[in-house]
């Protein structure tokens, strides 16, 4: 575990250019969407009997809204085309963004935002279509693909290839250290017995000493 802290730690200066890199392409990317899609999520069409208006506070439950014919609200936006126009009987007014109001490119934070969420590759295909919806066209599909192919697939596993790359150097220092702690284990084993052949020796000359002078000295006796 403290390898692992200790790798994490040592990969912190690579991780914060990356993070940087992150920061930069999500600002990028959150502002071509303010440009493409500024105020285009919060016009919906709405049957002119009864409607509410957007004075008067979120009091829409009473108001019926265009659906298309899989269910999803129809967006519109005021004085453009006629592709974007509401059908007869409705009449296009401002409502909330989807998803309680977060998900738009009002604002370089909700964008951020959003952009943020495409990356993570949580819901983007949603955020896509209600796009191509609110435009009538696929041609911003493009910027959604390149949102995820930049910052998913080469961002995020830059960061990952990253820790891969700390964590390897950290295993082979791991297995340097462990063969150098062997090699030194091999070494003080043989200095051990290197000490004690030494030993041995020593104590085999001393004994063929002493035993030389007893000889000496029974030869001396017996003359």
């Not at 493009?142 to 964590?167: D, E, H, P, R, Y």
């Amino acid at each position: 575990m403290s390898s692992m802290i200790k790798t994490l730690l040592n990969s912190l200066p690579a991780m914060v250019n990356i993070l940087i890199l992150f920061s930069f392409s999500m600002i990028i990317f959150g502002t071509i969407g303010v440009q493409l899609f500024h105020e285009q999520l919060k016009y919906r069409c709405v049957k002119e009997d009864g409607i509410f208006t957007f004075g008067s506070g979120r009091r829409w439950e009473g108001e019926e809204w265009q659906m298309t014919i899989d269910g999803n609200d129809v967006f519109c936006q005021p004085d453009v085309t006629t592709e974007l126009l509401c059908a007869e009987g409705y009449v296009c007014l401002e409502r909330e963004n989807p998803n309680v109001g977060l998900t738009h490119y009002d604002n370089m934070l909700c964008a951020i935002l959003t952009t943020f969420e495409i990356i993570t590759l949580e819901g983007w295909t949603d955020t896509m279509y209600t796009i191509r919806r609110a435009n009538n066209t696929y041609l911003y599909d493009i910027f959604f693909v390149a949102c995820v192919v930049f910052g998913t697939f080469f961002v995020l596993n830059l960061m990952i290839a990253v820790q891969f790359s700390n964590l390897e150097k950290a295993f082979e220092e791991s297995e340097r250290l462990a063969k150098l702690a062997e090699q030194k284990a091999k070494e003080e084993e043989l200095e051990s017995q290197k000490r004690d052949t030494a030993d041995e020796s020593v104590s085999c000359s001393d004994s063929n000493e002493m035993s030389q002078e007893e000889k000496d000295r029974k030869r001396a006796l017996k003359h």
